[in-house]
């Protein structure tokens, strides 16, 4: 992994980051209900599994931007990463408990897929936080498969510095018209993203959706 240290003098969004980090430290949040009808068709037909498909599609898509692969290295400073991994909950049910997993993101859906399904296997008697070597280029994923909510928000009580996008889906169903609709929630620090970025996150899953085929 690399990190591409920012010149706070030159960057043109500095002035934004600043006031955002130094003067009003806020996040941003936004679900919508995405139509994943086609695309479970597909992964249905190709007998791969729903979670890790979709974590990839989904990692696929904070990869893909800038404002979502911005963190601080070890000396602080505010950079942005070359690539970052989902550090993500996985449950269960047998004792309804979860663990804290971290598979290293890969653009080939295949190599990705095949790693997530490793990990799950290679740490099944791990529980909660037990993962101790969690690599500094993260974001946080979650799933709420149990409901399909209407909005979901993760309130973070750090310093109010975490940069790094928060995730959440949640029970995908049928609406009306027999389209399957899955909530998506997603949260990240204005200091990073404005409302155009947050938007543009949602039509970047539709695309990464259709580059399974």
Not at 45 to 50: I, L, R, S, T
Not at 85 to 90: G, L, R, V
Not at 96 to 111: A, G, K, Q
Not at 140 to 156: A, E, N, Q, R, T
């Amino acid at each position: 992994m690399k990190f591409e240290k920012i010149n706070l003098q030159t960057w043109e969004r500095s002035s934004v980051f600043q006031h955002f980090i130094n003067d009003m430290r806020c996040v941003m949040s936004m679900t919508v209900d995405i139509d994943i009808t086609d695309f479970l068709e597909v992964i249905h037909q190709k007998n791969y599994k729903f979670y890790p498909a979709m974590m990839w599609v989904i990692s696929s898509a904070v990869n893909n931007r800038k404002e979502f692969r911005m963190g601080y290295d070890e000396h602080g400073n505010v950079g942005v990463w070359d690539f970052v991994s989902p550090y993500y909950a996985h449950f269960y049910k047998e004792d309804e408990r979860f663990v804290r997993i971290v598979t290293e993101y890969h653009p080939d859906f295949l190599i990705f897929y095949n790693r997530f399904l490793d990990d799950l296997h290679r740490y099944n008697d791990l529980r909660e936080f037990d993962l101790k070597e969690i690599p500094p280029n993260t974001f946080d994923v979650s799933c709420l498969p149990w409901v399909h909510y209407k909005s979901f928000d993760m309130h973070i009580f750090d310093s109010g510095t975490y940069l790094a996008p928060v995730i959440t889906w949640g029970k995908y169903e049928k609406d009306n018209s027999g389209r399957i609709l899955m909530p998506l929630s997603l949260n990240i620090h204005h200091a990073v993203a404005d409302g155009f970025h947050l938007c543009r996150f949602f039509l970047d899953i539709n695309d990464w959706m259709k580059k399974i085929n």
